[in-house]
């Protein structure tokens, strides 16, 4: 009997803190607005950030507006940033293709050699020459200060540029001084035909420590949080045409997300779980995508360790700050710029103090009047992004000792792995499973 009591493992637990309500829009009413608000926001914000850092930086240069810019007289101006896109695609030439006997090709990246950028402020724009900013790193929607002056072509020669750079981190987080993990997956994609229902089981049975070892189930003891990022499910696009559906229909409707229930009920009976809204799940399409419909879940719904969370979504666990979305943000910087991988767009979007800077402009977000909730005001010590091609993990280091863990987190249905975080050491690894049918 002393011997059972010796072998009884208790999960681990953790302070958790839902930061989520500056992604809410349900308190919000739409009467018709457009974007000029939420860009007058950033542009607001971000202003006024990059002016209280000039004077370390060019203390000896005046600030101008466009319309005050003298030619030959260096000077720096503060504005957003427009990239102007040859093959950036429009709405006309979907209609042209419509009308066209050869299909528009529709390339993965729509860079091209003829891009240039545009700085606007309230008083006007001006293009932008030299090499100092790069067309292939920057995104329309990018907040900025430059140095340079004009010339007599009219254009905006650049010397030098400011990012607004980390935002400040919260004070010296206290980590805890035993193991604690927090496991990340995305990409479930649970009815679609790469995704293996057996797979998803090996990792719930792994999580709630029915698989393994003792050494296992140590570890999965000492799991304290899950958190899935996005595209959980795929459902058929067929019966939602606007027709009337059929039994079989409404079967291939909610198959998936029966399917999908009973793994988290599973988890959330053994450990707590946020499960985020992406692409692909029967959520709003623009940012910020709201919370699922709790209702899809009625056996996860029943256990309060299950949450129902946005896309962002921003957390707390044990004073560790968490930061992710289900990765459309990064997917769609990859498809109007160039980086070496994925870390570097999200090491961007940090330095950028936006998460989202190219929304509105070619991702779809909620037309807000009066803030622009991408923005960064404090530093996340972790930064997470779902549904990528693989797993990805980088530790970034700022000027004022921020300190940021960056994770790629793969697509679970085509890779099998789920990424998990040590919140004692920093240390993030991939856990892997796969199925072999003799």
Known sequence: MEADEERTLYRKQSCYKNLDEIFYIE???????????????????????LYSLIPSWKPQFPVC???????????????????????KPMILDEYSKERSATPLVKPHNFMSSDDYLVLEDESGRVKLEGSVLLPSVYVTGVVVALLGK??????????????????????KVLKPNEDKYVIFLSGINAGSSTSNPLLFQLLVDHITGHLGDEKEQKFAAEIVHAVIAGNSVELPRGPLNGQNLTSKDLS???????????????????????????LHDPANFSLPQQPLNRCLFPGASSCETFRSCTNPHYFELDEIRFLGTSG????????????????????RTLRWRHIAPSAPNTLGCYPFTDKDPFLLESCPHVYFVGNQDRFDTRLLNGAEGQMVRLI???????????????????????????IQFS
């Open 150 to 171: 004009e010339t007599g072509a009219g254009s905006f020669l650049v010397q030098d540029l400011l990012e607004a750079d980390l935002p400040p981190q919260m004070g």
């Open 408 to 434: 790629c987190i793969p697509r679970f249905c085509e890779s099998g792995v789920a990424v998990v975080l040590n919140l004692r050491s920093f240390e993030c690894h991939a856990l892997s499973f796969d």
């Open 328 to 347: 459309q943000n990064i997917e769609d910087l990859d498809k109007y710029s160039d980086a070496k991988d994925k870390l570097e767009f999200m090491e």
């Open 27 to 49: 308190k919000e009413q739409y009467r018709g607005q457009q974007y000029s608000h939420i860009y007058f926001a950033r542009l607001h914000f971000t202003r006024t950030l």
């Open 65 to 87: 507006t466009v319309l005050g810019l003298e030619q030959g007289k260096e000077c720096i101006l503060v504005g957003t940033l427009y990239k102007h896109m040859k093959l």
């Open 252 to 278: 291939a409707l909610s198959d998936p997300i029966k399917e999908l229930d009973i793994m988290l009920t599973q988890i959330a009976a053994g450990v707590s779980v946020d499960i985020m809204p992406g």
